[in-house]
C-alpha cells in the first residue's frame, strides 16, 4: 500500500500568506514587512505555525487510526464501479411468440487479449423481445416545414442491408424541406397537343369553387417537369380558378404513376390546417389552346376603310346612335364553336380618355343568315337596357375607353360574305345606346343665348389584335389524378378528408419511431444511442443554445397513434429526453393503429418536445429495439447470512463479496412472523437500545450488529437473518462492443445477443491511502462552493463521469468598483461573495459574478465532450452549494486543434507504416486526458511547442530526421511560458479567460516521407 496522501499541502509561509490575506480583506489591518512585524504580523504567524504543526499530526497518525479519523470525517473506501452495457437481442425467424428474457440473465464476454479470463454479465431487468420491427424513422421539424428521412441512419440493420455508412442525425432539428404539394395529371388534356394555358379549379365538400384556396396566391407556386428538372410556371389566381402558362410540360414519374403532372407547391405559412384548406372534393381541369392571333385584315367605319396603321377613331370623331365599326377578323373567326375570341384594343396615347358614359356596345358577327348579336358590352347598372336573355360579354377596355379585351364565344365558324361591296369574315362593333359626351352648342334659354360645355371624347385607337382559343375541360376520376407526396394518391371525385396534408398534426418538434405492423399490450424497450456533441472545427466550441436555462429542463412526450388519436404513454426514460444513451421503456397501447405519414404506413410512436431548452442539441447515432441493461455483477436474494442467538456483537459474512450499495437486510424477530428491513449505519455511535442498526464491511461482506446499549441486536430463530445484494464490478468488465455475445441461461426463440456499445463504469474498489486523498477537499469545502477549489471538487463529486475540470472565477480590475452590497444585486453589481478579495477590488462589468465550470468526462474518443445530462447534474449539484449570487455556468470546454505538418526521413518500403506510426503517436501525445510527456493529459491552456512534437515524431521506428515541421493550433492558444500572463493579443491567440476553458486535441495531420539517404 502506498503512502497516504497529505491532510494538508501548504508550507507554513503558505499559510502565513494566506490568513494575511484574509485578514486584511475583513480587517483595516495591513501586513508589515518580515523584518517588522507588529502584534497583527507575529499573531498570524503564531496561527499558521500552530495549524501546521496539527496538520502534520493528522498526517503522522498510524494507518489505523488514521482510517478511523477518515471515517470519523465521513470518509469511507469506496466499493468497485459496475461495468454497465445495452444488450440488444434477436428473436429467431419465424418465432411464433415474442420471447422472453428474465432478469438476471447471464451473458458472457469471452477472454480476450486484454481480458485472460471471460466476463459474466446480467440482465437487469424481464425483456420482451418483440418480432416486429421498427421500419421507419422521422425527424419533424414544424418550425422550419422540414422533415428528415433518417430511417437507414437510425437503424443498423438498415443500413447494413443497404450499404450505406451511418451518419449521426440531430433529434429534433430537420433539414430537409416537405414535399408539401399536391400533383395533378390528366394526360387526355396535356399530353399531346400542349395548352397555351392551363385553367385550374379546385371544388370543397359543400361545391364551392376554389374555396379559400385563391386567397392564399402567394403562399402557392405551380410547377412543371421540363424534361429534366421541375421548373416555375407562370401563375395567377382569379375569382374562380389558377390560371397557368407553363413554359413546358414533359412526362415524369410521381409516385409510380408517369404522366404529365402539374405540381401545387403550398408554403409552410399557408398550412394552417382545415381553417384555410377545407376539405378538397374535385378537381377541373382545363387547358386552354391558341388557334389564332393576328390583325384585322380589314377596317371598315361607315362607307370608308380605315388606315389602321395610324390612330384612328373608331365610331368617329362624333359618335352617335349606331356608330359602328366593322372588323374583318380572318381565320380569327374560322374556328369551331365553343371558341373564345379576345378582342384586344390599344388606345392611342395622343388622344384624350373617353369621359365615362353610359354607352353600349353590341358584338354581332355576319352569319349566312344575317347579323347575330353575340353579347353585349355595358356596365352592371345598364344590364336592364340590354334585350332579355342577350348575352353580356367580358369588356375590360370599358367600351373602348382604356386598353382591354372584349371577349366573347364564337357560335361556329364564320363565313366570308360580301358586305358593303367588301368580302370578309365580319365582326360589327356598334354603339346602341349612350354616346361619349357631345360638342358645345349655342343654345337660348328665356331669350338668353348659352354656350353648352364641350364634353365630346370619342375613343381612339392605335391597334387592334384578335386573339381564337379553344378550351376544353375534364372532371372525371378516370381522368384527373391527384397525387400527395405525403400520403399516396387519391383519384379526383373521392373526398380525401378535412385536409389534404393530415401529417400537419402537431406544432412541436418531434421525433417519430414507425412500426410495420401495430404493436399491442406489449412492453417495448428501445437503446437511444446519443453522443456526446462535437466542437466547431474553427472556434473549438459545443454548439451552445445561448437561451439554455438549467431551471427549466427539457420535457418530452411520448405518444402512440391509436384508434382513439395520439394517446400518451408513460415512459420509464433512462435517456432524460434524449439528453444522454439510455433506454426508454414503455407500454404499447391495445389499440394501436396504423397511420400514414410521410409516405409511409406504420403504427407510429413520437417524442414531441414540449418544453425547456437543450444545452447543445441532442446528436443520435442509432435507435435499438430489445435493448435491456446488463452489469458485470449478480443479484443475490434474500440469502440467508445466520441465524441470531439474541447475544451482543453479532457477526456474519455472506457468501460473496465485495457487496455493492443497495443492499436490504431482513430479520424476522418471532417465529413465522414477517420479515423487518433493518437499516446500515457507518457506525452505532449514534444508535440507541431498540434502533434496528447493522455496519456493513462492504470489501470483506462482512455485518455486525449492536450490543445493545448501542444498536440492539438480532433476537434468537433459525435462518432468521437475510441480505438481498449486488456483488462483483471491477475494471474487467469494461469490454469493447460486441464482445458481450454469449449466452449462458436457457433462453428460447432469441437467436442472438450483442452489446453494441461498449461497457463502461467499471472500477477497482478505491483503496484507504486514495480514499484518504479525499479527506483534505472534503474538510476544505464542507459541502460548500465558494473559492475556485470548492466549485472543481464539488463538480467531480457530482458523478463519476467527470475527468477533468477547470473554474473560470470573475474578472477583477481596478477600473471598474465593485458594490460588495448583497442588497444591490439586482444592479449587476452586488452579491459575489462578499469581502473575499477585499473592499477595495474592482470587477469587470462583462464577468461580473460570473463562474464558468468547465467540466470534461471520462472518454477515450479524440474530444470527450459533457453530456447534456451531465451538464445538467454537475449545474444543479454546484447551484445547491453556491451563493445564490452567482453565475453560475456549466459547460464543455473550447478545443483548440493543433495539427501537424511534417517531412519524415525514412525509407520508401517503410513510408506507410512510418505515416500509420507517427499519426499514433501524435493521436496519444495530443489526447487531451492520457496524451502529454507523463501521460496525463494536458493543462487547459497550455499547447504544445514545435519541439516537444519534434521529439513525439523523432522516436517514431523508422524515422531517421524531421524536417519542415509545422505545428498549427486553432484556436490559438498562449505557448507555455505565457500562460496566466495577460499581454497584448497577437496573431489571434484566444485571450487570457478563453484560454482557461481551452483543451488540446488531435487534428488532421499532413505528414510524408522523404527517403533518408
Not at 485472460?116 to 454479465?121: A, E, H, I, M, Q
Request: glycine content about 8%; hydrophobic content about 40%.
Amino acid at each position: 500500500m502506498s503512502e497516504a496522501p497529505p491532510f494538508d499541502g501548504r508550507s507554513e509561509s503558505e499559510l502565513v500568506e494566506v490568513t494575511e490575506t484574509l485578514v486584511s480583506a475583513f480587517t483595516g489591518w495591513q501586513p508589515s514587512p518580515e523584518d517588522d512585524l507588529d502584534l497583527g504580523g507575529a499573531m498570524v504567524r503564531l496561527f499558521s505555525r500552530l495549524a501546521r504543526r496539527a496538520v502534520e499530526a493528522v498526517d503522522e497518525t498510524p494507518g489505523q487510526l488514521a482510517g478511523e479519523l477518515f471515517r470519523l470525517l465521513g470518509t469511507r473506501p469506496q466499493p468497485p464501479g459496475v461495468a454497465r452495457a445495452p444488450l440488444v437481442f434477436s428473436p429467431v425467424d419465424g418465432a411464433g411468440r415474442d420471447p422472453i428474457v428474465p432478469a438476471n440473465a447471464e451473458i458472457a464476454a469471452a477472454a480476450d487479449d486484454t481480458q485472460p479470463d471471460s466476463t459474466s454479465f446480467y440482465t437487469e431487468n424481464d425483456l420482451t423481445v418483440l418480432r416486429t420491427p421498427v421500419t421507419a424513422v422521422r425527424v419533424v421539424d414544424p418550425t422550419t416545414d422540414c422533415v428528415d428521412d433518417v430511417t437507414v441512419h437510425a437503424l443498423p440493420a438498415v443500413a447494413e442491408e443497404a450499404g450505406v455508412t451511418r451518419e449521426p442525425w440531430h433529434a429534433f432539428d430537420a433539414q430537409t424541406r416537405v414535399d408539401r404539394a399536391l400533383y395533378f395529371a390528366c394526360d387526355a388534356l396535356l399530353a399531346h397537343d400542349p395548352p397555351e394555358e392551363i385553367l385550374l379549379l379546385l371544388i370543397d365538400g359543400r361545391g364551392r369553387r376554389n374555396s379559400l384556396w385563391t386567397l392564399m396566391s402567394d403562399d402557392v407556386e405551380f410547377h412543371t417537369w421540363d424534361g429534366e428538372a421541375w421548373v416555375a410556371a407562370e401563375a395567377s389566381a382569379g375569382a374562380h380558378a389558377y390560371t397557368l402558362r407553363p413554359a413546358a410540360l414533359a412526362p415524369v414519374e410521381v409516385g409510380g404513376v408517369e404522366a404529365v403532372w402539374i405540381k401545387m407547391e403550398i408554403h409552410k405559412q399557408a398550412v394552417i390546417g382545415e381553417r384555410v384548406f377545407g376539405d378538397l372534393h374535385t378537381v377541373r381541369m382545363t387547358s386552354v389552346r391558341l388557334l389564332a392571333d393576328r390583325a384585322p385584315l380589314q377596317l371598315v367605319h361607315g362607307l370608308f376603310a380605315v388606315d389602321a396603321s395610324a390612330d384612328f377613331a373608331p365610331f368617329g370623331k362624333i359618335p352617335e346612335f349606331n356608330a359602328s365599326l366593322l372588323i374583318d377578323g380572318g381565320e380569327a373567326f374560322v374556328q369551331p364553336a365553343e371558341a373564345t375570341v379576345e378582342v384586344s384594343y390599344t388606345v392611342s396615347q395622343w388622344h384624350p380618355t373617353a369621359a365615362p358614359v353610359g354607352a353600349i356596345i353590341a358584338y354581332e358577327l355576319l352569319l349566312a343568315d344575317g347579323w347575330h348579336t353575340v353579347g353585349y358590352a355595358c356596365d352592371d347598372a345598364q344590364a336592364g337596357d340590354v334585350p332579355a336573355g342577350a348575352t353580356r360579354i367580358t369588356d375590360e377596355s370599358l367600351r373602348l375607353r382604356r386598353s382591354g379585351i372584349a371577349r366573347f364565344t364564337l357560335p361556329g365558324p364564320v363565313p366570308i360574305i360580301e358586305h358593303g361591296g367588301r368580302e370578309g369574315r365580319w365582326l360589327r362593333v356598334r354603339l346602341v345606346k349612350g354616346d361619349y359626351g357631345a360638342v358645345s352648342r349655342l343654345t337660348v334659354v328665356d331669350a338668353t343665348p348659352t354656350m353648352t360645355e364641350d364634353t365630346l371624347a370619342p375613343p381612339w385607337l392605335s391597334s387592334i389584335r384578335l386573339t381564337s382559343r379553344s378550351s376544353q375541360s375534364l372532371d372525371a376520376p378516370e381522368d384527373v389524378r391527384i397525387a400527395r407526396r405525403q400520403s399516396g394518391f387519391v383519384r379526383a371525385g373521392v373526398e380525401v378528408g378535412p385536409c389534404p396534408f393530415p401529417d400537419a398534426d402537431t406544432e412541436d418538434k418531434s421525433l417519430w419511431i414507425g412500426f410495420s405492423e401495430p404493436v399491442a399490450n406489449a412492453p417495448m424497450a428501445m437503446h437511444v444511442e446519443v453522443l456526446p456533441p462535437v466542437a466547431d472545427t474553427v472556434t473549438g466550441l459545443l454548439p451552445r443554445n445561448p437561451d439554455w436555462n438549467p431551471d427549466e429542463p427539457v420535457r418530452v412526450t411520448w405518444e402512440a397513434s391509436t384508434a382513439e388519436g395520439w394517446v400518451e404513454l408513460v415512459v420509464d426514460d433512462d435517456t432524460q429526453a434524449l439528453s444522454k444513451p439510455g433506454i426508454l421503456r414503455f407500454i404499447a397501447p391495445h389499440d394501436g393503429v396504423m397511420l400514414d405519414r410521410f409516405g409511409t404506413t406504420a403504427q407510429w410512436f413520437r417524442a414531441r418536445w414540449v418544453e425547456g431548452s437543450y444545452h447543445h442539441p441532442p446528436r443520435i447515432s442509432a435507435i435499438r429495439l430489445n435493448a435491456v441493461y446488463a452489469r458485470a455483477a449478480t443479484s443475490v436474494s434474500e440469502e440467508v447470512i445466520g441465524s441470531g442467538t439474541g447475544g451482543i456483537d453479532q457477526a456474519f459474512s455472506t457468501s460473496r463479496s465485495p457487496i455493492l450499495s443497495g443492499e436490504v437486510l431482513e430479520v424476522r424477530e418471532e417465529t413465522n412472523g414477517p420479515w423487518i428491513r433493518w437499516r446500515q449505519v457507518p457506525d452505532f455511535n449514534g444508535s440507541g437500545p431498540q434502533d434496528r442498526h447493522y455496519a456493513l464491511d462492504p470489501e470483506a461482506g462482512e455485518v455486525t450488529f449492536g450490543n445493545g446499549r448501542r444498536g440492539t441486536p438480532p433476537p434468537k430463530g433459525d435462518n432468521n437473518i437475510r441480505l438481498s445484494y449486488v456483488t462483483g464490478g471491477g475494471a474487467e468488465g469494461n469490454r469493447a462492443a460486441g464482445t458481450i455475445n454469449q449466452p449462458r441461461t436457457a433462453m428460447p426463440l432469441v437467436d442472438s445477443v450483442s452489446n453494441p456499445v461498449a461497457s463502461e463504469g467499471g472500477r477497482d474498489a478505491y483503496m484507504p491511502d486514495v480514499v484518504a486523498g479525499e479527506v483534505p477537499r472534503t474538510m476544505r469545502h464542507r459541502d460548500r462552493a465558494v473559492t475556485p477549489d470548492d466549485f472543481a471538487d464539488l463538480a467531480r463529486e457530482a458523478s463519476d463521469t467527470v475527468c477533468r475540470v477547470a473554474v473560470i472565477e470573475p474578472d477583477f480590475t481596478r477600473d471598474n468598483p465593485v458594490n460588495f452590497d448583497p442588497e444591490k444585486k439586482a444592479t449587476g453589481r452586488g452579491g459575489w461573495i462578499q469581502g473575499v478579495l477585499g473592499a477595495e477590488v474592482a470587477s469587470s462589468a462583462a464577468h461580473i459574478g460570473l463562474v464558468e465550470v468547465v467540466v470534461v468526462p471520462h472518454g477515450t474518443e479524440a474530444r470527450p465532450n459533457p453530456s447534456q445530462a451531465l451538464l445538467d447534474t454537475v449545474h444543479h449539484a454546484l447551484a445547491a452549494r453556491a451563493d445564490a449570487s452567482v453565475d453560475l455556468k456549466v459547460t464543455g470546454p473550447r478545443w483548440a486543434t493543433v495539427t501537424v505538418t511534417a517531412e519524415l526521413g525514412a525509407s520508401a518500403a517503410e513510408a506507410a507504416r512510418v505515416i500509420s506510426d507517427a499519426t499514433a503517436a501524435l493521436d496519444r501525445y495530443l489526447h487531451p486526458l492520457t496524451g502529454g510527456v507523463e501521460g496525463n493529459g494536458w493543462p487547459f491552456g497550455r499547447r504544445p511547442r514545435d519541439s516537444d512534437i519534434q521529439a513525439v515524431l523523432a522516436e517514431v521506428g523508422g524515422v531517421q530526421f524531421v524536417r519542415r515541421l509545422a505545428v498549427d493550433c486553432r484556436p490559438l492558444l498562449p505557448l507555455p511560458e505565457f500562460v496566466g500572463v495577460d499581454r497584448d493579443i497577437a496573431l489571434d491567440e484566444l485571450s487570457h479567460r478563453e484560454a482557461k476553458s481551452a483543451l488540446v486535441a488531435t487534428g488532421e495531420h499532413r505528414l510524408t516521407v522523404v527517403e533518408a539517404r
